[in-house]
């Protein structure tokens, strides 16, 4: 039903410490990871800018998007198998953490198979989307065909991923990650410019990096696992499977929906404000980017308490990583904010974009302070797989951004645009913490403690 299976007394409590090593040590390395990701894009935006036409990059650009669409909705086979994972662990169970982690695999597996047969239909219908015509159409065509094969690969990483940080292994996460980035950024830049690949070279070097990665993650599974714990997935693990990651599938919709939403409207306001907001929307990525590390901690130290059911331990997650979120929020929202006049400088085409990106810099400065809780809150109803109320939150959220939308911009213009989408975050934040004492009330009742 979309939360964790302790609605019952009689199970044994597993007491355990939670320390600010606990948290630092997850979070910094995923910090480091995380901030890799943003990094792949501008690389490769780069290196099709440096193929001298716009056709190239707009058509790229359209095709980043449909796959952005596709891999977002099946995101939540990470952060289901995440949750999963860290509550057997706290709970002891072995047998139910390789059972899980496997109920994900076979899933990821049959749906990347099933996007690779469907592939025709789908990039016909993404391309008519996105209205690609010409040589733009060509190009995100071709991009499309190439990135197309790797859906298996990356939904079979979204899985290994979610069982890796489940599992607190936050070091080999950081490996992954970096060896995933590292290795598209440097085929990008001799396939498409070395090779003269162009295009088709930045999209088969997305390609190999994920099966690359998708092998060392294989490796891990193997090495890390218990031979004689497995078992395959029944009935019961799969229709817990479906229905976390059908919770969470439409809370990732909710959020895409969100913020496609705020560029939608930004370019109702001109080409100059539409070009403004994006320049500062990258300065919001970078800095969530940085603070997933804090919602991944959360996570993996909430989704063991609940499988240790141990409410001490959830408590004291939840106090560490909130205080260390703000920390981290405060951090950010100062680095924007002096490397704000720097990044613009660089990335703004004209000086009445650049004029505007300043004016519109301390709400993206704003937004991490805001954002954290949501951020945390995230990573903690996660972990506890509390998917049904996180997905209902979410939704109830975006009718509230909607709300002030509707009658900020009107009245304000770009402001009530920005102001809107930090009150979208600000409702998150609020929304999710007042919810979490009552369903930590019901999760957590009383058990046999197990000796220590």
Not at 61 to 83: C, K
Not at 101 to 119: D, H, K, R, T
């Amino acid at each position: 039903m979309g939360h964790a299976p302790s609605d019952h007394a009689g199970f044994t409590v597993r007491p355990f410490d939670i320390t600010h090593r606990d948290v630092l040590r997850i979070a910094l390395p995923m910090m480091i990871a995380y901030l890799s990701s943003p990094l792949v894009g501008l690389v490769a935006t780069g290196v099709i800018g440096q193929l001298r036409d716009e056709a190239l990059i707009g058509g790229v650009a359209l095709s980043t998007v449909i796959f952005d669409v596709i891999f977002v909705t099946f995101n939540f086979l990470r952060g289901a198998t995440t949750g999963f994972t860290a509550q057997a662990l706290g709970a002891g169970d072995r047998r139910e953490e390789q059972r899980m982690l496997a109920s994900g695999l076979i899933i990821a597996l049959v749906a990347g198979l099933a996007l690779l047969a469907l592939q025709k239909p789908l990039g016909a219908l993404g391309l008519a989307a996105m209205g690609a015509e010409g040589k733009v159409a060509e190009a995100a065509a071709t991009y499309f065909a190439w990135r197309v094969w790797s859906a298996p690969f990356v939904l079979f990483n979204f899985v290994v991923f979610g069982w890796i940080i489940g599992r607190g292994d936050a070091l080999w996460g950081m490996i992954l990650q970096t060896l995933l980035n590292a290795l598209n950024a440097a085929l990008s830049i001799s396939w498409a410019l070395g090779l003269g690949w162009g295009v088709a070279g930045v999209a088969a070097a997305s390609l190999v990096a994920e099966a690359v990665t998708a092998l060392a993650g294989l490796y891990l599974v193997w090495a890390k696992t218990d031979r004689t714990a497995w078992n395959l997935p029944n009935l019961a693990a799969f229709r817990r499977a479906f229905s976390v990651n059908g919770d969470m599938m439409i809370r990732s919709f909710a959020l895409l929906i969100g913020l496609s939403f705020f560029t939608r409207q930004s370019g109702m306001l001109g080409i100059e404000i539409l070009a403004a907001n994006t320049i500062l929307l990258r300065f919001y990525f970078f800095g969530v980017a940085f603070l997933d590390g804090v919602a991944t901690a959360a996570e993996q130290l909430a989704g063991r308490a609940v499988g240790a059911r141990y409410r001490p331990a959830f408590d004291r997650a939840v106090g560490l990583t909130t205080l260390w979120g703000f920390v981290f929020a405060g951090l950010v929202a100062l680095a924007l904010l002096a490397a704000g006049d720097w990044v613009i400088g660089i990335t703004a085409p004209t000086e009445s974009v650049s004029a505007l990106a300043h004016r519109y810099l301390p709400y993206v400065a704003a937004l991490p302070i805001f954002g954290i809780v949501a951020f945390q809150m995230d990573g903690v109803y996660i972990g506890a797989t509390w998917s049904r109320q996180m997905r209902n939150l979410m939704v109830a959220s975006l009718v509230i951004y909607f709300a002030a939308w509707a009658v900020l911009q009107p009245v304000f213009g770009n402001d009530g645009l920005w102001i809107a989408l930090i009150l979208f975050q600000s409702a998150r934040s609020l929304a999710f913490r007042l919810m979490l004492p009552r369903l930590a009330d019901r999760t957590f009742q009383t058990g046999t403690v197990a000796p220590r």
